[in-house]
C-alpha cells in the first residue's frame, strides 16, 4: 500500500515541499528502507519512529517491509522534523489512519520514544509556504505552534503526542487551533529596551555620536581605554533606534527559527537584536555556514546592531569576511551541499583601546607603547574595512569629581524622538529607490544629488582634509554624516557647522593619529 505524506524541508529562509512516500509489504522478515537522500540524523529516525510508535500502543505486522522515499530525491533531508510525518506514513500503509486524512495538511515535528513530539527549527518559513502552496492545515508541535500560528489564513494545530495527532485524523478527538492576531500583539508587546541612555552620566560628545549614527544608520567605532565606558555606551544603542516593523519583525524571525534560537511560546520577535559574539569567533560563525547550514552573527543580528568588542583581537580573515555584507546588506553563502543568500543589514558597532596597553591619549595613566607598536595595533583592522565605518569617536574617562557630580543623562525616548524624525526625512528622500533606507546607504551619485553644501561648507571641508591630512575615503563618509546632522536639524542644506561636526568623526584618518602626544 502506498501512502504520500505531506512535509517540507528548510532551505536558508525558505521551505522547500517534500512528500514522503511510504510503501508496506508482507515480508519473510521485518525490513526498513530510507532513499531519496536522507542524512544520518534523518536515518536514525528509524529507531525514534518505531519505538514511539510502540510507545502510543499501536501495533505493525512483524513481518513487513517498508520503503520510504523522501521526495524530491536531489534536495538533501536534513534534521529531526521528519520523525512525525514519516510515523504517520507508517500508520496509514498498515491501515491504522485513512490516507485520505493525509491530504491537503502539512506535518512537522521530532518524536521522542515515548511518543512526546518535540520543537523543531525552520516552523516559520514552513508555515508560510504552507500557505502560499493552499494547503488546508498545519500540524506542528505545541512548543513550536504560536510561532507557525503568525501566519494568518493557515489553520495551525498544536500537538503535544503522537497519539494525539492519530485521534485527531481519525475524528476520535479534537486538536484545538492556535489563532494569533499578528498585529495586534506584536505592538502590544513592543516596548523600551531595558538600558537607558539615562544611566549614562556624562560623555555628551559620545551620546551625540551614538545619536547621529542612529539617525543616519551608521557604523560607528569607538576608541577608549579600558573603563571609559565603550560597552556601556553601545548596549543601550537598541534603545535609541526606531521600533522594529511588521515586515522587519517577520524577517528576524525567521532567521531565528531557522536558526532554532526562538524560545518556546514566542510568535514574533519584538525588539531589535543586539548580537555581541566573543572575539575568538570562527569566520563560519560569523558569516553563518557550515556542513549543515546555520545563520551567522552578522545575519542573527539583522535590523540590529552588531557590537564587536575589541575589534583589533578579531582574527584577520574573520573581519575580512564582513566587508562584502557591510557593503551588500546580504551574505551569499556558497558550499558544496548548498548555496544560500541571507540579508544581514545591520548597524556596526565596535570597540578598541588606542593601543596595546590601553592608555595612550588617557589623562590619568601613562602609555607605554611606542608609536610603532600603536601602528602596528592599528593596522590590524583594514583600510577596506575601516572605509566602511563612517564615525570614529574617541572617549575619554571621566574624572571621580565629574561623575559623582553629574547629573542623570537624558532618557533614550527623547534620543529616539529624533531620531525617528530624522529617519522619516530620509524615507521620504528614498522613496524611490529600493533597497535605500537610510543615509548611510547613498550611493556616490546620490551623494551629488541630495548632499549639496554650500561655498563655506565646501571650504571648511578642504581646509580640514588638508590640516588633518585627511585620507581620500573620507570625504564622503564626512558628507554623509553631514547630511544626517542636517536631518536631525531638519535642515534641507548642508552648512557649515553640519560639515564641521562630521569632520569631528574622523578621528582615525588623521595622518598623525598614532603620533600625537607622544
Known amino acids: 500500500m502506498l501512502v504520500k505524506v505531506n512535509t517540507a524541508a528548510v532551505n536558508a529562509l525558505t521551505a522547500i515541499p517534500v512528500s514522503l512516500e511510504v510503501t508496506t509489504a508482507k ?14 540524523v534523518v536515518r536514525e529516525s528509524r529507531t525514534r519512529v518505531e519505538e514511539a510508535i510502540k510507545s502510543s500502543n499501536f501495533h505493525l505486522p512483524p513481518l513487513t517491509k517498508i520503503v520510504v522515499n523522501f521526495a524530491p530525491a536531489d534536495v538533501r533531508k536534513e534534521g529531526s522534523g521528519y520523525d512525525l510525518p514519516l510515523a504517520l506514513g507508517i500508520l496509514a500503509a498498515n491501515s491504522l489512519i485513512q490516507p485520505e486524512k493525509l491530504e491537503d495538511i502539512i506535518f512537522i515535528g521530532e518524536l521522542g520514544l515515548d511518543g512526546s513530539l518535540r520543537p523543531i527549527k525552520g516552523a516559520l518559513p514552513i508555515a508560510i509556504k504552507a500557505r502560499a502552496m493552499g494547503y488546508k492545515a498545519l500540524i506542528v508541535p505545541k512548543e513550536n505552534v504560536r510561532e507557525a500560528a503568525v501566519v494568518n489564513k493557515l489553520p495551525v494545530y498544536g500537538a503535544e503526542t503522537l497519539a494525539q495527532v492519530v485521534d485527531f485524523l481519525n475524528g476520535a478527538s479534537t486538536l484545538q487551533q492556535t489563532i494569533v492576531n499578528t498585529r495586534e500583539e ?3 508587546a513592543q516596548t523600551d529596551y531595558p538600558l537607558d541612555f539615562s544611566d549614562v552620566k556624562g560623555q555628551e560628545g559620545v551620546k551625540r555620536a551614538f545619536e547621529v549614527a542612529a539617525a543616519g544608520g551608521h557604523n560607528i567605532i569607538l576608541i577608549g581605554a579600558p573603563g571609559c565606558g565603550k560597552s556601556m555606551m553601545a548596549k543601550r544603542l ?3 533606534l526606531p521600533q522594529l516593523t511588521l515586515s522587519e519583525s517577520l524577517e528576524t524571525t525567521q532567521i531565528y527559527s531557522v536558526a532554532g534560537l526562538l524560545k518556546s511560546g514566542t510568535s514574533l520577535i519584538t525588539r531589535r537584536p543586539f548580537r555581541s559574539p566573543h572575539h575568538t569567533i570562527s569566520d563560519v560563525a560569523l558569516i553563518g555556514g557550515n556542513s549543515s547550514f546555520r545563520p551567522g552573527e552578522i545575519s ?11 575589534l583589533p583581537e578579531f582574527s584577520r580573515t574573520a573581519l575580512e569576511t564582513m566587508r562584502q555584507p557591510l557593503e551588500d546588506r546580504q551574505i551569499s553563502i556558497s558550499r558544496a551541499k548548498y548555496n544560500v543568500t541571507l540579508p544581514c543589514s545591520f548597524m556596526l558597532v565596535a570597540s578598541m583601546n588606542p593601543c596595546p596597553c590601553g592608555y595612550y591619549g588617557d589623562p590619568t595613566h601613562k602609555c ?6 600603536i601602528q602596528r595595533y592599528m593596522n590590524k583592522i583594514s583600510g577596506p574595512l575601516l572605509d566602511r565605518i ?13 561623575l559623582s557630580k553629574a547629573a ?15 529617519r522619516k526625512i530620509q524615507e521620504e528622500r528614498f522613496k524611490e529607490f529600493k533597497g535605500i533606507h537610510c543615509n548611510a546607504q547613498m550611493t556616490e551619485k546620490m551623494l551629488q544629488e541630495y548632499v549639496a553644501p ?9 581646509d580640514a582634509m588638508e590640516r588633518f591630512s585627511l585620507s581620500a575615503r573620507a570625504y564622503s563618509r564626512i558628507l554623509k554624516v553631514a547630511r544626517t546632522i542636517a536631518d536631525l536639524d531638519a535642515c534641507p542644506q548642508v552648512k557649515y557647522p553640519h560639515v564641521a561636526e562630521a569632520v569631528s568623526y574622523r578621528n582615525l584618518d588623521r595622518g598623525d593619529w598614532a603620533e600625537r602626544g607622544i
Open 408 to 422: 542623570p543623562g537624558e532618557p533614550s525616548a527623547a534620543i529616539r524622538e529624533r531620531v525617528v524624525a530624522a
Open 368 to 373: 607605554m607603547c611606542d608609536p610603532w607598536q
Open 454 to 462: 554650500d561655498e563655506e561648507s565646501l571650504r571648511a571641508l578642504r
Open 300 to 310: 542573527l543580528a539583522h535590523n540590529g546592531v552588531l557590537f564587536l568588542d575589541e
Open 390 to 402: 563612517d564615525i570614529q569617536c574617541e572617549m575619554t574617562s571621566i574624572p571621580f569629581s565629574e
Open 27 to 40: 515480508a519473510q522478515q521485518y525490513m526498513f528502507f530510507m532513499v531519496g537522500l536522507p542524512d544520518s
Open 238 to 240: 537598541p534603545s535609541i
Open 186 to 188: 506584536f505592538f502590544a
